[in-house]
């Protein structure tokens, strides 16, 4: 039995369903048989979560690893289409800190107004995870061409009108 306030463990979970089926009608095993089976299953469980957590654990590792040491620069978006991060790469070929990056739309990486408004209608279709469509059911953004070198702006002005896709 666990300490007060403490949490149960497999050994008490197991305990605990094995006295609640051993009484029940149709369950023919003696509540310390089912306790077996019950753990026995609690631990299988718990093994194979600790191995997904750890496969989980370790590809993120790698993907930090390839990210933070890739030689082109990558942008990390969110589903609203804003920049999250950007790695070495990218900063030092655009030649601005990550704090002027970050938060600011994808789309100001773009070179030119056409590709500008591909990127935004890319993102407008994209399904990602937690995207939220803009109240009225559209989504817009204001795509802009970013020039980029030595002293110049961040960010950019804007090069082109909002650009609106409306979800249906």
């Excluded at 077996?36 to 299988?44: I, K, P, S, Y």
């Excluded at 979560?49 to 590809?59: C, G, K, N, Q, V």
């Excluded at 942008?75 to 704090?99: C, F, K, T, W, Y």
């Excluded at 890319?122 to 009225?136: C, E, H, Q, V, W």
Aim: hydrophobic share 45%; proline share 10%.
């Amino acid at each position: 039995m666990p300490e007060p306030g403490a949490e149960p463990g497999p050994a008490d979970i197991a305990r605990r369903w094995a006295a609640r089926l051993a009484g029940l009608d149709g369950i023919a095993l003696p509540a310390h048989e089912l306790e077996t089976h019950l753990l026995d299953l609690a631990l299988e469980a718990r093994a194979e979560l600790d191995s997904a957590r750890a496969a989980r654990d370790d590809a993120a590792r790698r993907f930090i690893d390839l990210y933070a040491a890739a030689p082109v620069g990558v942008a990390l978006g969110d589903a609203d289409g804003l920049i999250r991060d950007v790695n070495p790469a990218l900063v030092q070929l655009l030649e601005h800190s990550r704090s002027q990056l970050v938060g600011t739309p994808l789309t100001d990486l773009a070179a030119t107004g056409a590709d500008a408004e591909a990127l935004a209608a890319a993102l407008d279709t994209a399904a990602l995870p937690g995207r939220r469509p803009a109240g009225n059911g559209s989504a817009c953004r204001t795509p802009r061409t970013a020039r980029f070198g030595p002293g110049s702006p961040w960010p950019p002005s804007p090069a082109t009108p909002t650009v609106c896709r409306t979800r249906s």
